[in-house]
C-alpha cells in the first residue's frame, strides 16, 4: 500500500451480541458476518462507558489510564462531591487539577498526531464519553463533536460553523432516533469531506440511552437498534462508493453489553441502618464516600483498614452482594481475606477507591426473553438495564473489522478486547506504540497475516469458600491479560 490506511470507528454503546438479528440489524450482521468477528472480544472492566471509552482511545486498562469507574469521590479533583466523568464541566476540572493531563496513558490521539495524523470523534453520548476518547483534542485542533452537550464541541469555530449549517439539534428521546440521523449527517456530508480525518470514531449513544429506561429486547430497543443500524448502513454506503474505498478500514464496536435491573436495593439507606453511613464526601465527618450502584465505588476515610474489613464483612451479609474487590493481598486475593484483588482485575491504580463491589447477578430471562439479570440499585425502573460488572452478556462486546487489510469471514477464536484496537491502528499507519498501551496488535486479524492464531492460556482464580466465593476466569495471550468473566 502506497499510502497510509484510514480508519473509521463505529460504536454502539451497550449493544449486545443477541441483539444483532438479520432482520433488526441487516448492515452490522452482514458486516459482522463478511469481515473479521472478535468472538471472544471483552470489555475492559468496570464494563462502564467512560471506562471503556478512555480504554478505546488509549489502548490500555484502567490500571495504567487511571480511568477506573463512571463516577467515584476523587479528592484530586472535587473534595466536596463526586467526581462525574460525564459532564465537560467535570473533564476540564480534572485535567486543569493534574497539570492538563488526567489519564496517566498517552491517546491514540497524540501518538497519531506526533506522525502527522488527525483524529475526530463525533459522539451523541455525555461530553465525557467523547472527549475521554481523544483528552488532548482541543490543545491539538482535533474534532470532538458532542450532540448532547454541544458547548463542549471543539474546535469552536467549526463547532458553531456546523452547527449553523445542520442544527438545531433536536431534543433527547428514547430511542434518541433523529439525533443520531443528524450525528451521521454531520460526520458524512462535513466531517469526513472537509476535514478528512485520519481516524475517526462515531459513538452512537443507542441502544444504551433506551435499554436504561426501558429493557433489553423491548419494543424500544428494537426500534433504536435497528436506527443505529440504518445509520451504520449509511457509513457503510458511503465507504463502498469512496475513491479510498480500499484504503478505508471500519471497526465497529460496542463499548459493553447490559443486563436487566430485576431487584431494586437502596445501598445507602441499608448501609445507614447497620451504621455505615454512606456520603458524596468526607467533608462533614462521614466514614465512606462513594458512588453506589450495580457496581458501587466506596472510599473509606483515611484508608483506614479497621474500616475498609468492617464494610466488607457486612457486605458478606447481604444476600444481594457479589464479588468484592479490595487493594493489595498476594495478586489474586485482595488484603481482605475472600476479597479479590483489584490487581487481577487490572484497576489498581493510586485513584482506585478503597472498596468496589458488584450485586449479585443470575441469568434469568427477562420479560423479553434475554437473559442475564441483578439486584442493582440505580435510578431506572425495574426492568431497565444496568452494567458495569463481570457477568458475561456485559463484558462480552461486540467487536469486527472489515477493510482490505482484514481477513474475510474470518471467526477469531483468539481473545481480544477494545484496548487491541488502538495499537492495531497505529501499527498499521505506522506510529509508534506508546509504553503505556497494553493492548495488542490482532495480528491473526490481519489479511497479510501468515501466522498461525496465537496460542492463549486460560486460568480460573476462586477466592472465599461457600457461599461466599468469588469465581474469576481470565485468559493471556502472550504479555497481554484479559478478563474473560466472573462465574
Not at 467512560?50 to 487511571?66: D, I, K, Q
Not at 463542549?152 to 467549526?158: A, L, T
Not at 444504551?208 to 429506561?213: L, R, S
Not at 487490572?346 to 463491589?357: G, L, N, Q, S, W
Request: contains cysteine; hydrophobic residues 35%; glycine residues 10%.
Amino acid at each position: 500500500m502506497t499510502t497510509h490506511p484510514k480508519f473509521i470507528i463505529c460504536v454502539f454503546d451497550g449493544l449486545r451480541r443477541d441483539m444483532i438479528t438479520a432482520t433488526e440489524m441487516p448492515y452490522l450482521r452482514q458486516f459482522i458476518d463478511e469481515g473479521t468477528d472478535f468472538t471472544l472480544s471483552r470489555s475492559v472492566f468496570p464494563t462502564e462507558t467512560r471506562v471503556n471509552s478512555a480504554a478505546l482511545g488509549h489502548g490500555t486498562t484502567p490500571n495504567v489510564s487511571g480511568m477506573v469507574a463512571n463516577k467515584l469521590f476523587e479528592p484530586g479533583v472535587y473534595s466536596d462531591r463526586l467526581f462525574d466523568t460525564s459532564t465537560i464541566e467535570a473533564f476540564h476540572a480534572a485535567t486543569g487539577a493534574h497539570n492538563g493531563r488526567y489519564l496517566s496513558a498517552i491517546s491514540m490521539g497524540e501518538a497519531a498526531d506526533a506522525a502527522g495524523f488527525k483524529t475526530a470523534v463525533v459522539g451523541s453520548g455525555s461530553a465525557g464519553t467523547t472527549r475521554w476518547v481523544n483528552p488532548m483534542a482541543e490543545p491539538l485542533g482535533h474534532i470532538g463533536l458532542c450532540l448532547r452537550d454541544w458547548s463542549s464541541s471543539v474546535p469552536k469555530d467549526y463547532a458553531d460553523n456546523i452547527l449553523a449549517r445542520f442544527g438545531p439539534i433536536p431534543p433527547a428521546a428514547t430511542p434518541n432516533i433523529s439525533r443520531q440521523i443528524l450525528q451521521t449527517d454531520m460526520f458524512l456530508e462535513s466531517v469526513l469531506p472537509e476535514t478528512n480525518p485520519d481516524i475517526s470514531v462515531v459513538w452512537f449513544t443507542d441502544p444504551d440511552a433506551t435499554y436504561h429506561p426501558h429493557g433489553v429486547g423491548s419494543p424500544e430497543s428494537w426500534a433504536a437498534v435497528e436506527n443505529v443500524d440504518d445509520q451504520f448502513g449509511r457509513i457503510l454506503e458511503w465507504w463502498q462508493s469512496s475513491d479510498e474505498r480500499d484504503r478505508i478500514q471500519v471497526f465497529a464496536l460496542s463499548d459493553h453489553g447490559e443486563i436487566t435491573a430485576t431487584h431494586k436495593v437502596d445501598l445507602k439507606a441499608e448501609m445507614g441502618l447497620a451504621g455505615l453511613d454512606l456520603h458524596d464526601h468526607f467533608l462533614d465527618g462521614a466514614d465512606f464516600a462513594g458512588s453506589k450502584g450495580y457496581g458501587s465505588v466506596i472510599n473509606v476515610c483515611d484508608g483506614d483498614k479497621g474500616r475498609i474489613r468492617n464494610l466488607v464483612a457486612w457486605l458478606e451479609q447481604q444476600p444481594w452482594c457479589g464479588m468484592i474487590l479490595t487493594s493489595g493481598g498476594d495478586g489474586v486475593e485482595g488484603f481482605v481475606p475472600g476479597t479479590l484483588a483489584q490487581s487481577i482485575l487490572m484497576i489498581d491504580h493510586p485513584r482506585t477507591p478503597d472498596v468496589y463491589f458488584m450485586m449479585q447477578t443470575h441469568n434469568d430471562l427477562n420479560a423479553y426473553g434475554f437473559a442475564g439479570g441483578t439486584y442493582y440499585d440505580a435510578k431506572y425502573k425495574e426492568g431497565g438495564t444496568v452494567h458495569g460488572g463481570l457477568h458475561l452478556k456485559e463484558i462480552n462486546n461486540v467487536m469486527a473489522a472489515q477493510g482490505s487489510l482484514f481477513k474475510r469471514v474470518y471467526q477469531s477464536a483468539v481473545p481480544a478486547c477494545i484496548t487491541d484496537i488502538a495499537p492495531t491502528i497505529l501499527h498499521l499507519i505506522g506510529c509508534k506504540t506508546p509504553s503505556s498501551m497494553t493492548g495488542r496488535v490482532l495480528a491473526e486479524a490481519l489479511s497479510e497475516s501468515s501466522s498461525e492464531p496465537a496460542e492463549f492460556e486460560t486460568k480460573t482464580y476462586t477466592v472465599g469458600t461457600s457461599p461466599r466465593r468469588h469465581v474469576l476466569r481470565c485468559w493471556r495471550v502472550g504479555k497481554t491479560r484479559y478478563i474473560d468473566r466472573g462465574l
